[in-house]
């Protein structure tokens, strides 16, 4: 005897209530199992209506896949720009990597992950700028949890904060981030520079961010009007990287583009970079360069190099 179909209505909506994804579309499935196969009547009403919800739940699913916040990762580094809402960070991402953004004076311009690529001392690095976080981020306020998963998959962070602006904001942002249990080697940009010029700005940021839950590497004022300024966060981006550039030799001439190593990498672990088949068939090296003791040093596959070297790989 199949249960009455109002009892058989209810029991449905209870079961499927809070689930979603693959746990819904199991849950309709059982039920479709249990529903009786009378082709007319209240019962084929509750099929009809059943298979309705399992197409919508696909529907949902794949919305939800391709409106994913994940970013794919390029460059031979992923660095993250977040900070309050109208901080400056996409100005400061389209200064730094040409890339064209809308931007305003006004916050949550930005509404999804934006990355671009820049060449920093000739390696391509990729940056991402973060939406504005606000509070309760890690609680997934705001869809914080999404943005926060893509400031988790970065390689180092860097915190932007307007110079103008009051501390109490970016200290928000700083304890979402210490929230989520996020720690990357970070600087903090100090953004629309040109808006405060006093020299007591770095020191007085200083001061007040001695006691934050995120230390960090550098606090480098920055204005997109300032060529100067951006090269100088160059810089400190690159130093976030921990990576090292070593250009290619041969026949006297030295590459364009710099290949980026982890520190410490050696001989043997460029040329592999450089092609596996020149990583077995490679015996060692001829440097120019800081870990050279001197202009075209012999050395053995396992010689570590440093930031600047020249490389002439050798082969049997």
């Not at 934050?212 to 550098?218: D, K, L, M, T, V």
């Given at each position: 005897?199949?249960?009455?179909?109002?009892?058989?209505?209810?029991?449905?909506?209870?079961?499927?209530?809070?689930?979603?994804?693959?746990?819904?579309?199991?849950?309709?499935?059982?039920?479709?199992?249990?529903?009786?196969?009378?082709?007319?009547?209240?019962?084929?009403?509750?099929?009809?209506?059943?298979?309705?919800?399992?197409?919508?739940?696909?529907?949902?699913?794949?919305?939800?896949?391709?409106?994913?916040?994940?970013?794919?990762?390029?460059?031979?580094?992923?660095?993250?720009?977040?900070?309050?809402?109208?901080?400056?960070?996409?100005?400061?991402?389209?200064?730094?990597?040409?890339?064209?953004?809308?931007?305003?004076?006004?916050?949550?311009?930005?509404?999804?992950?934006?990355?671009?690529?820049?060449?920093?001392?000739?390696?391509?690095?990729q940056l991402v700028e973060i939406p504005g976080l606000i509070e309760g981020a890690h609680e997934d306020r705001g869809g914080g949890r999404a943005l926060l998963g893509v400031l988790r998959n970065a390689d180092a962070i860097v915190f932007c904060r307007a110079a103008a602006e009051p501390v109490?904001?970016?200290?928000?942002?700083?304890?979402?981030?210490?929230?989520?249990?996020?720690?990357?080697?970070?600087?903090?940009?100090?953004?629309?520079?040109?808006?405060?010029?006093?020299?007591?700005?770095?020191?007085?940021?200083?001061?007040?961010?001695?006691?934050?839950?995120?230390?960090?590497?550098?606090?480098?004022?920055?204005?997109?009007?300032?060529?100067?300024?951006?090269?100088?966060?160059?810089?400190?981006?690159?130093?976030?990287?921990?990576?090292?550039?070593?250009?290619?030799?041969?026949?006297?001439?030295?590459?364009?583009?710099?290949?980026?190593?982890?520190?410490?990498?050696?001989?043997?672990?460029?040329?592999?970079?450089?092609?596996?088949?020149?990583?077995?068939?490679?015996?060692?090296?001829?440097?120019?360069?800081?870990?050279?003791?001197?202009?075209?040093?012999?050395?053995?596959?396992?010689?570590?190099?440093?930031?600047?070297?020249?490389?002439?790989?050798?082969?049997?």
């Amino acid at each position: 005897m199949p249960m009455p179909h109002r009892t058989f209505a209810e029991v449905a909506k209870r079961r499927l209530v809070g689930k979603e994804g693959s746990d819904r579309v199991a849950t309709i499935r059982a039920l479709l199992g249990e529903l009786p196969g009378y082709r007319n009547g209240p019962y084929a009403d509750l099929r009809k209506w059943l298979e309705g919800e399992l197409d919508r739940t696909r529907i949902r699913a794949k919305v939800v896949h391709r409106d994913s916040l994940q970013v794919r990762r390029e460059g031979a580094a992923q660095i993250a720009l977040v900070g309050p809402p109208n901080a400056g960070k996409s100005s400061l991402l389209q200064a730094l990597s040409d890339i064209q953004i809308k931007t305003g004076d006004y916050a949550f311009t930005t509404l999804r992950p934006v990355p671009a690529l820049t060449r920093i001392g000739g390696v391509l690095i990729q940056l991402v700028e973060i939406p504005g976080l606000i509070e309760g981020a890690h609680e997934d306020r705001g869809g914080g949890r999404a943005l926060l998963g893509v400031l988790r998959n970065a390689d180092a962070i860097v915190f932007c904060r307007a110079a103008a602006e009051p501390v109490w904001s970016f200290e928000v942002v700083l304890g979402e981030v210490a929230a989520a249990g996020i720690e990357k080697p970070a600087i903090l940009a100090l953004t629309k520079a040109d808006e405060r010029a006093d020299g007591g700005l770095v020191r007085a940021v200083d001061n007040a961010c001695g006691e934050s839950p995120h230390p960090f590497e550098a606090i480098v004022p920055v204005s997109v009007l300032d060529d100067e300024s951006l090269d100088r966060l160059r810089a400190a981006i690159w130093g976030l990287t921990g990576l090292i550039r070593v250009w290619p030799r041969g026949d006297g001439t030295v590459g364009e583009e710099p290949f980026a190593l982890p520190v410490e990498a050696t001989v043997a672990e460029l040329a592999d970079q450089v092609h596996h088949h020149l990583g077995r068939a490679c015996t060692g090296a001829r440097v120019w360069g800081p870990s050279a003791r001197f202009d075209g040093q012999r050395v053995g596959r396992a010689h570590v190099l440093e930031d600047g070297d020249e490389v002439e790989v050798l082969t049997r």
